[in-house]
Nanobody, 123 residues
């Protein structure tokens, strides 16, 4: 059964760092575009970062460019989002996604979704 499970969220002070993980099972993540999305209370879902499956092309939202890095470890069938220099406005539930026909262009990744992990940036 296809499944994505996020982990690594939590409470961190402004300026701190977190690394989110997204473990895939039931399919081989290497062949899928991956993406990270977030949703804050009262706001719409936002595409944070996406990566194409073959060429490694990436997309970053302007709000996180230079601070966040998307990556994958194919041997572990896991995707990651390294978040540095965190700001209070980064507070949200973060979701990972995968899509066999997805693309980093426009962060088009929406076939499979994880359950989300809470990230809270506060002093």
């Amino acid at each position: 059964q296809v499944q994505l499970v996020e982990s690594g969220g939590g409470l961190v002070q402004p300026g701190g760092s977190l690394r989110l993980s997204c473990a895939a099972s039931g399919f081989t993540l290497r062949y899928y575009a991956i993406g990270w999305f977030r949703q804050a209370p009262g706001k719409e879902r936002e595409g944070v970062s996406c990566m194409s499956s073959s060429d490694g092309n990436t997309y970053y939202a302007d709000s996180v460019k230079g601070r966040f890095t998307i990556s994958r470890d194919n041997a572990k069938n896991t995707a990651y989002l390294q978040m540095n220099s965190l700001k209070p406005e980064d507070t949200a539930v973060y979701y990972c996604a995968a899509d066999l026909w997805g693309s980093a262009d426009g962060c088009y990744v929406n076939d499979y979704w994880g359950q989300g992990t809470q990230v809270t940036v506060s002093s």
